[in-house]
């Protein structure tokens, strides 16, 4: 059975967001409670990395044929593959890597090049794969004039407070934080995990972390995701 939309389908979502000279974002809606991230990542040879796909109207995808030649798509983790299979479309040449956990999920929604060992990367940009979740998802560490960004998927969320089973299933919400799936269920070693969260906020020069859902955190990025760590 195919997973996600076999032909380009457009959901709403936000305008592209300049965060960096080579860094972008969108935001897109699939549900009045559920929005998911695309991160846009632009290498020195100008080549770019989709992370997590979405589908943005015709105005957006201009804007990114001109910022550069989709070189990669990646799917952050198996959750997160509906639009894999049109971005490639799209985007023939681009390959497609998954973490190492998720590229039998991901191979199901579209044709996968490989894990991001070997995603391309340069001096600014490094992907790989967090620690202490199976390879279920991965960190992309971005170089930009200002600082260090860190983009992850659903490992680190930043919704607003939420009440009833949802704010209940996600629990701490209203601040930066691991989610409790990910605490509980996918996390094989919180002690790594927390360690490499730890590690990351240890970047020097760390101004910046985007989650895979919910708001960018620019102001004490660093001290920030060491509280999330500590919480594990």
Known sequence: ????????????????????????????????????????????????????????????????????EAAAILVPNRFHRRDARIMQNRYPKARVYAPSGALAAASKATTCAGTYAAVPKDPTVSVRELDGIGGREGVLLVRSPEGVSAVFCDTVLNLPKLSGLIGMMLHPTGTLSVPRPTSLLFAKDRKALRADLEKIAAEDGLVRVIPGHGAVVESGAASRLREAAARL
């Open 1 to 68: 059975m195919a997973i996600g939309p076999q032909t380009w389908a457009v959901l709403p979502h936000t305008p592209i967001e300049v965060l960096a000279p080579n860094l972008w974002r969108v935001e897109g809606t699939l549900s009045a409670v559920n929005k998911r991230v695309m991160t846009l990542v632009r290498l020195g040879d100008g080549r770019v990395i989709i992370h997590n796909a979405i589908a943005v109207d015709e105005p957006s995808m201009a804007q990114i044929d001109a910022w550069g």
